[in-house]
């Protein structure tokens, strides 16, 4: 029967929302500030599903949610606060190592 074939289309439409999304923000922000916040975002839907599912917790997971919450935490007050000048790519061709701004003015006056 073709009755499941709107159900379908829905979930292949949302899957490739889901991608693009995904994509676009991997683009905007980093892949490392995507890996740190889905391992947050593992912690958060633990916590739901104790919270909802009484589903039992080991000391050993506790200390690992601890540990990933202090992760993300650290990694978004150095993001927050970072004293470093923002970084671009160098003009010469033969150099593509990135420098800051500051000393691709010193090097090209």
């Known amino acids: 029967s073709a009755a499941w074939l709107p159900a379908l289309a829905l979930n292949v439409s949302l899957a490739f929302l889901v991608n693009l999304l995904s994509l676009l923000v991997t683009k905007h922000t980093s892949a ?10 593992g912690v958060v ?28 935490g650290l990694y978004s007050w150095s993001k927050a606060y970072d004293p ?6 160098s003009s010469s061709l033969s150099d593509s190592s990135p420098v800051s701004e500051q000393e691709s003015k010193l090097l090209n006056p």
């Open 32 to 41: 490392l500030t995507c890996q740190v916040f889905g391992n947050a975002k």
């Open 45 to 72: 839907a633990a916590g739901v599903s104790v919270w909802v599912f009484q589903n039992a917790v080991t000391v050993q997971g506790v200390i690992g949610y601890l540990i990933t919450v202090s992760g993300t």
């Open 84 to 89: 470093l000048p923002p970084r671009v790519k």
